[in-house]
């Protein structure tokens, strides 16, 4: 049991390219999550999903885009990268609304130059 | 989601019990009191949550006021490996099941 991983770990990016971040968990949970993390602060949420094919927006969500075509995995994209998305990006996980405990991957650090 | 406000760090003896304090005045009837904390560089890990009655789990005590306007976070036996930011969430738990993390504190423990 694995719980929720996150690949890559760190990527470095130039200004203007795109990647996408995969986040994947093995418990069944229903809703997933990304955050990000700025030095010296707390997390905020970016987008998320309460089931298989929805999506939906959180705190901060421009310039993201993601999508969940399977239960398991929950995907980041983005499209044109900008020096302001450096941070480190965590997915988690939960059972649903009424229970909010939320397990987190380990996080992959971004750096965009 | 109620505001909390929490002391930016505090530091505590190894062995001794850690005391983590919350303030949530503007807490609803319906909002719960959520903490987590995070290790350096790791992702956030889920400690305890409560409505108004005091709570208990392996890994720490959760005391709420009869007000529900603050609550304290104790770790019994602070261990080295306890050293991470804490944060206090309140959030109802029917609301898009989003948590709201604000700066926390850091707790240092010392040997």
């Known amino acids: 049991n694995a719980g929720v991983t996150q690949t890559p770990k760190f990527r470095v990016l130039k200004t203007g390219q795109s990647m996408t971040l995969l986040c994947a968990q093995d418990?069944?949970?229903?809703?997933m999550y990304w955050y990000r993390q700025d030095p010296g602060m707390g997390l905020r949420l970016i987008h998320y999903?309460?089931?298989?094919?929805?999506?939906a927006k959180g705190e901060v969500p421009d310039g993201y885009n993601v999508s969940r075509l399977k239960k398991q995995n929950f995907l980041l994209g983005l499209e044109s990268a900008a020096p302001s998305q450096t941070s480190v990006y965590f997915c988690?996980?939960?059972?649903?609304?009424?229970?909010?405990?939320?397990?987190f991957g380990p996080g992959t650090r971004l750096t965009v130059l | 989601d109620a505001k909390t406000t929490q002391p930016t760090s505090m530091d505590c003896a190894e062995g001794r019990a850690a005391n983590l304090p919350c303030n949530h005045s503007t807490i609803s009837g319906n909002e719960y009191v959520y903490w987590y904390r995070q290790i350096h560089s790791q992702g956030p890990q889920y400690i305890i949550h409560g409505l108004k009655n005091n709570e208990t789990n392996e890994m720490a005590s959760l005391i709420i006021t009869e007000d529900r306007k603050s609550s304290t976070l104790i770790l019994p036996h602070a261990t080295l490996r306890d050293t991470a930011v804490y944060y206090c969430i309140v959030r109802a738990n029917n609301a898009g099941n989003m948590l709201t993390f604000g700066g926390g504190t850091r707790l240092m423990v010392k040997p």
């Open positions: 988690a996980s939960s059972y649903g609304t009424s229970y909010n405990e939320q397990f």
């Open positions: 418990m069944n949970h229903e809703y």
């Open positions: 999903s309460v089931g298989e094919g929805t999506t």
